[in-house]
């Protein structure tokens, strides 16, 4: 997607060899325009999957899945990161080894949102060791929905990610795949996504 890599060569900064900050426009601030763009990115892409909802983690694929939803015509769920109070008492969950801050936490959907009949798409932000998606690709399994894929608006091709979640049967589509990255030097993938 020529304009999100655009903006990641624009506006990313990049922390370390494996840590690159899009806050102005995808992770703190949120660019709107491009969000609705990105959510019928998915939408176009995925048209040949009967698709019932959308499922993402919290907080910031919710974006992106409210986005495709809307573009789909159907509901996104998200994953809780930890069973509050309010949560139902039966949920399915996951164990997640958070990339960025380094610690384990649960996810958890109530099973009364995902359930057999469900034909799901999952969406997130990013794509980096693939802990997170692998953890909704379990949530989705044990429910047993049908999933169609995962979509990630970027991901870090460099990062093993994409790898566990093709080992593991999924069809994967990142909007910006990027292979190497330094400061002024982000590169993508020759047809950038996939
Ligand atoms: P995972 O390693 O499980 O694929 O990544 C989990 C989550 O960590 C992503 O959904 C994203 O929120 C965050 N994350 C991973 N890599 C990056 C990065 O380079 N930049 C930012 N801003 N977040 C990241």
Do not use: W
């Not at 999957?49 to 499922?55: A, H, I, S």
């Amino acid at each position: 997607m020529e304009i999100l890599q655009e903006r990641i060569r624009r506006e990313g900064r990049i922390l370390s060899d494996t840590v690159l900050k899009v806050d102005s426009f995808l992770n703190h601030q949120v660019d709107t325009a491009l969000a609705l763009e990105i959510g019928r990115e998915f939408a176009r892409i995925f048209a040949d999957k009967p698709v019932t909802k959308v499922l993402t983690i919290e907080a910031s694929g919710i974006q992106f899945a409210m986005a495709t939803g809307i573009a789909l015509g159907v509901p996104f769920v998200y994953a809780k990161k930890k069973k509050a109070v309010t949560l139902a008492d039966k949920v399915y969950s996951a164990p997640v080894r958070s990339f960025t801050r380094g610690e384990e936490y649960q996810v958890c959907v109530a099973q009364q949102y995902l359930g057999p009949s469900d034909k799901v798409l999952i969406v997130d932000d990013f794509l980096a060791t693939g802990a997170a998606l692998v953890g909704l690709v379990d949530i989705v399994r044990e429910a047993g929905a049908e999933l169609a894929g995962v979509g990630c608006v970027i991901e870090k091709s460099f990062q093993e990610g994409r790898g566990l979640l093709e080992e593991k049967g999924v069809r994967v589509h990142s909007l910006a795949r990027i292979v190497s990255m330094s400061p002024g030097d982000v590169r993508f993938a020759d047809n950038g996504s996939s």
